[in-house]
Each structure stands twice: as C-alpha cells, then as structure tokens.
C-alpha cells in the first residue's frame, strides 16, 4: 500500500529534524500529504510563566518555520499542535483520526536508567500505533541528509 499521508511527530530537536528529512522525502516519493505534529505538554494544572495562547502561538511557529514553500505547494504540508498529558496518545490518536499511512518520528535511543527514567514516546507510540512507524535517530551518518547539522528550519523563514 502506497501511503497517501505521512505524519511526522516533532519535539524540535535534532532527531525531530532528521525525521521531518525523512518524511520530507518520503511525501516526495509517494506524492503523500505531509503532516507535522507537535504535542505540547498540557500545562494546565501546572504553574507556568507564560499562558498557554502564548505557549500555542510560539510551538505552532516552530513548526511552521520548519516547513517551506516548497513542502506546503507540494506536499500540502500542514503544521499541527495537539495539546496533551500524553504526548505518545496524542500522536496515534491523531494518527487514527486523520487516516495517517506513516509516522515518522525521531528518537533519542535512551538507554538504561535514562530510557527507565524518562521513558520512550517513540517506543508507545510503536507499539499502539495503527499504521506502521518509522523511527529516525540522528546519528553521524545519515541515509537521506548528511548529518545532523546545519539549520534545521526552513530557508527564508
């Protein structure tokens, strides 16, 4: 099966940028729709120093930094924030209710007392995903971007 929607989960870090290379390139090869969803922590309950507009305003313009003209003409790329207290739920849910073919997604490769400590969205979102999930570390050499360097946001943005 040929997939007609991509996802790519980003928390902005450097594996995030080399899963959106990913899902770039894949939307590319496939002529699939590219989504990138950002889940930002629900802040509710918490004591914070900005409000929570404030907070939205500023994730969903990372995520479009990321994006360029290119990706939004002919990807018809969209950026998407989900607010949430459980980032990897948010993903798949988000991924059953738009009929998502793939997620593309970065990962940290935690190990040990971290990985037990912090645990792993990319592991949950794995395992309960409905559609297949493709994980990217950024490693010292990459199959689709060179490395892990440079800027990953969007030229001109």
Do not use: W
């Not at 971290?114 to 559609?131: D, I, N, W």
Request: net charge negative; glycine share 6%; with cysteine.
């Amino acid at each position: 099966m040929t997939p007609k929607i991509i996802l790519v989960a980003t928390d902005f870090g450097a594996a995030s940028d080399s899963a959106l290379a990913y899902g770039r390139e894949l939307s590319h090869a496939f002529g699939a729709t590219l989504h990138v969803l950002h889940v930002r922590e629900n802040s509710f309950f918490r004591p914070i120093a900005a409000d929570a507009q404030s907070l939205d305003r500023a994730a969903l313009h990372h995520i479009e930094r990321r994006l360029t003209d290119e990706d939004r003409r002919e990807l018809h790329a969209r950026a998407v924030l989900e607010t949430s207290d459980a980032t990897a739920d948010a993903i798949t849910d988000y991924a059953r209710e738009n009929a998502v073919d793939l997620i593309v997604m970065g990962t940290h490769g935690r190990t040990g007392i971290e990985h037990a400590l912090a645990g792993s969205v990319a592991e949950r979102v794995v395992r309960t995903a409905p559609c297949p999930v493709l994980t990217v570390r950024c490693a010292e050499r990459e199959f689709v971007v060179p490395a892990c360097v440079g800027n990953p946001v969007a030229p001109g943005a």
